[in-house]
């Protein structure tokens, strides 16, 4: 069982920085790949990025390249999103989602979720 819980999500404007965290835990949690996935309003939920718990390899959907920074933090169980130059296509429901083995892109392929934080991006 992991148990994940996202925090950080709020309102901001166009250009600016936020940092999302969200705190694991559970048995076995070095075993887990970690995932950010959004949805926003009307949309499929989509990948935003991937990292591999004991490796530190990184994916990154094509949009966030160069903007968004996936970490990882082993001694406080805890994976971060860091959103830079943030745009109104950002806004979303952003949640971290965890997998055994190497991490995927594919939603479908992560055991565990939380429940989500807003990101708000304004013009």
């Known amino acids: 069982q992991v148990q994940l819980v996202e925090s950080g999500g709020r309102l901001v404007r166009a250009g600016g920085s936020l940092r999302l965290s969200c705190a694991a835990s559970?048995?076995?949690?070095?075993?887990?790949?970690m995932g950010w996935f959004r949805q926003a309003p009307g949309k499929e939920r989509e990948f935003v990025a991937t990292?591999?718990?004991?490796?530190?390899?990184?994916s990154y959907e094509d949009s966030v390249k160069g903007r968004f920074t996936i970490s990882r933090d082993n001694a406080k169980n805890t994976v971060y999103l860091q959103m830079n130059s943030l745009k109104p296509q950002d806004t979303a429901v952003y949640s971290c989602a965890a997998k055994l083995g190497t991490r995927s892109q594919r939603a479908s392929e992560y055991n565990y979720w939380g429940q989500g934080t807003q990101v708000t991006v304004s013009s």
């Open positions: 990292i591999d718990w004991s490796r530190t390899t990184t």
């Open positions: 559970g048995r076995t949690f070095s075993n887990y790949a």
